[in-house]
């Protein structure tokens, strides 16, 4: 059984895709207290509550691969963009120390469609010279959540896997896009609580009379944004504080925002999945929007699978 360290974990969207193909994760890291509330009421295996710097590789199990969804924020075109100059950008720099004293087989790397073109394409130059530099092999591909997946959800993400076995980078096949996907009220809950509508606020007023039943729609600070491809948008860490990005719906009770298990179900989650009733839905929100599409991570592990068997 190969081994996995699971790195920038947030709240286990790459573990559980892995753990759903027979991997075993056997470390993972995360800095945020509450996701890592959260990770742990889902995961028994090891988990470091700390900044990826401070990791002691040397107590830690050597593993055969690494993954890691580093923050997207530095690469994103909804952020500042600033890549290796912030900080977070530079913690790509900390995969790579691990990488140097692990020496896994494999490495998994998950972040936003724009890291691609970012600097006009030299930061992910820099990646993709880094890991070729210790002799692994490259592949990558954006995948968009509704193509690829039943989850009507438009996340557009590059996934690049890194490889020692050339036989194994070769054998390395993609998910092909499928033709189903689930409606969005699928998704949705029937009935919520009365604390996810807007009937008693300000934007009310300004919304009731454009949203229709059936549709996904976000407040965009000034004016009111319709999902006219029956998709939810891109669930960020910022809903459920108030401003933008809220992805807002119609039922027969009234005009609400999704629930956190709405969220969690956007990216693939099933509802056994636990979400600590001690985490506020701010919370929920955020790890949610920051997690990633389980069921894309499934399919990429599953083929990783089928490439090392052959």
């Known amino acids: ?40 009421a889902n995961f028994d295996h090891k988990l470091i509550e700390d900044d990826i710097k401070n990791l002691n590789l040397e107590s830690l199990e050597d593993i055969d691969i ?7 924020q530095p690469f994103s075109i909804a952020g500042y963009r600033k890549g290796f100059d912030d900080d977070r950008g530079n913690l790509f720099f900390e995969i790579i120390k ?43 591909k954006v995948l968009n959540t509704c ?8 996340r557009e993400r590059i996934y690049i896997l890194a490889f020692k076995d050339k036989k194994v980078y070769n054998d390395f096949e993609f998910p092909n896009k499928i033709n189903k996907k689930k409606n969005i009220t699928n998704l949705l809950f029937n009935e919520v609580e009365d604390i996810y509508y807007y009937k ?3 934007l009310y007023d300004r919304i009731k009379d ?23 948008p891109t669930l960020t860490a910022n809903m459920g ?15 609400r925002k999704l629930t956190p298990r709405e969220c969690f179900r956007f990216q693939g989650f099933l509802d056994n999945y636990i979400l600590p009733k001690s985490l506020s839905n701010t919370s929920l929100y955020k790890q949610a929007g920051n997690s ?15 490439a090392l068997k052959k």
């Not at 690494?66 to 997207?72: E, K, Y």
């Not at 490495?107 to 936003?112: G, K, S, T």
């Not at 193509?147 to 438009?154: G, L, R, T, V």
């Not at 454009?210 to 491809?229: A, C, D, M, P, T």
Request: glycine share 8%.
């Open 98 to 140: 691990i990488i140097d004293k692990k020496n896994p087989k494999i490495v998994f790397l998950e972040n936003v469609k724009n890291l691609e073109t970012h600097n006009k394409g030299n930061t992910f130059n820099t990646i993709k010279n880094e890991l070729t530099k210790r002799k692994y092999y490259i592949k990558y």
């Open 200 to 202: 008693n606020s300000k």
């Open 241 to 255: 504080t108030g401003g933008h990005n809220v992805p807002l719906i119609a039922d027969d009770k009234g005009i």
């Open 1 to 40: 059984m190969l081994k996995v360290a699971d790195l920038f974990a947030g709240v286990g969207g790459i573990a559980l895709g892995f753990k759903n193909n027979g991997f075993k994760i056997v470390w993972a890291n995360e800095i945020d207290k509450n996701a890592s509330i959260t990770y742990r």
């Open 292 to 306: 990633v599409s389980v069921p894309i991570i499934t399919e990429i592990a599953k083929n990783l699978l089928k």
């Open 210 to 232: 454009q949203i229709k039943k059936g549709k996904i729609y976000q407040w965009r600070r000034i004016y009111l944004r319709e999902n006219k491809s029956d998709l939810c």
């Open 147 to 154: 193509e690829y997946s039943d989850i009507p959800q438009n």
């Open 66 to 72: 690494v993954t890691a969804g580093f923050p997207c």
